[in-house]
């Protein structure tokens, strides 16, 4: 009896110390980032740098969808998150205006914006009614239309593009590192809003990178003794922060075959020939280069003329590209 008394009382001590237990000011504090404001991937550089245009152009972005279908899967199982954000619209949004090239106009949320509009309009005519003066016209100016539409989506995420690893053990000492690329493309077009016609189009892709670092022992170090060691690390790149990436790139190559086009124009001509343009252009070349060698491989077979021809019209366009940049280069010396 008196030792359950004892116990009944031990247990009520540790429940009271449980309920004002406070953490010892010497346990290791917890490590915590501040927040931080605009983290930016690589390629948002590319955007800072461009040369400054001749004429900032208005443009409208409704949406920029999800168009993968896809959802997260975490232990082989599929979830209710979707692999990519919902919010695409937004960083799209946040690249064009960090360009200096887009002015973008708000579309994604026209509702709200009609509606503060006609707040803001009664509340002037009801001011102005009480002080005996009668509102002529439309008081408040009509909103800012955009010449240019920017579209497209999120139209790929492929898992799993290539996974690996290696390993390492002896007597029962080792470790492993494992190693898996996703991979994220994006699809942007510029319509041109009073005709419909799509102007340009590019695609974006970025890779997804995900790491695994495991060390491990399982040793007998004496008699009955047993030594077992267990760590690991694993890093995962944000697929926001890839997002981010792809759609960077996307309207940075939209403004870049923009100005070779003809469709807009940067403030000072020879600012073509900046660093930034120019890098962009070395890519196109090599990517033409590489399909000129496909091309030759591909004659070997039997191919009928038609198409031959359908598929030299289709790198037509981007031929044209460097023709004019190598035409001005030339015309430059």
Not at 76 to 102: H, P, R
Not at 164 to 178: D, E, K, L, P
């Amino acid at each position: 009896m008196v030792k359950f008394r004892r116990l009944i009382l031990g247990a009520l001590c540790f429940s009271l110390v449980g309920c004002t237990y406070a953490p010892p000011k010497t346990s290791l504090p917890m490590v915590t980032q501040p927040p931080v404001i605009d983290e930016e991937p690589p390629s948002h550089s590319l955007l800072q740098f461009l040369p400054p245009p001749k004429e900032v152009i208005p443009v409208a972005i409704y949406n920029f969808r999800d168009e993968t279908g896809q959802y997260k899967v975490y232990n082989n199982t599929s979830t209710f998150s979707t692999a990519v954000t919902q919010g695409a619209a937004s960083i799209l949004i946040k690249a064009c205006y960090d360009s200096g090239w887009f002015l973008p106009v708000e579309r994604e949320n026209l509702a709200d914006v009609l509606t503060e509009r006609r707040i803001i309009r009664n509340a002037i005519e009801q001011e102005l009614r009480q002080k005996g003066l009668k509102p002529k016209g439309d008081i408040l100016p009509p909103l800012k239309f955009a010449p240019i539409i920017l579209t497209g989506g999120i139209i790929g995420y492929d898992t799993d593009v290539i996974t690996g690893g290696f390993g390492a053990r002896y007597f029962g000492v080792g470790g492993s590192t494992q190693l898996r690329r996703d991979r994220v493309t994006v699809y942007l077009r510029a319509v041109a809003a009073k005709t419909g016609e799509v102007l340009l189009t590019v695609t974006a892709t970025k890779t997804i990178l995900s790491r695994e670092i495991d060390v491990n022992a399982f040793k007998y170090v004496k008699w009955k003794r047993l030594f077992e060691l267990e760590t690991g690390v694993t890093t995962n790149e944000p697929a926001l922060y890839a997002l981010q990436g792809a759609i960077e790139k996307a309207v940075y190559a939209l403004i870049i075959e923009g100005i070779a086009k003809g469709y807009w124009q940067p403030k000072n001509p020879k600012d073509v020939y900046s660093p930034v343009v120019q890098e962009y252009f070395k890519t196109k070349v090599e990517q033409i280069k590489q399909e000129e060698d496909n091309l030759k491989k591909i004659l070997g077979r039997d191919f009928t003329e038609k198409e031959i021809a359908d598929y030299l019209k289709r790198v037509q366009q981007e031929r044209g590209l460097v023709v004019w940049f190598e035409g001005d280069k030339i015309k430059k010396k």
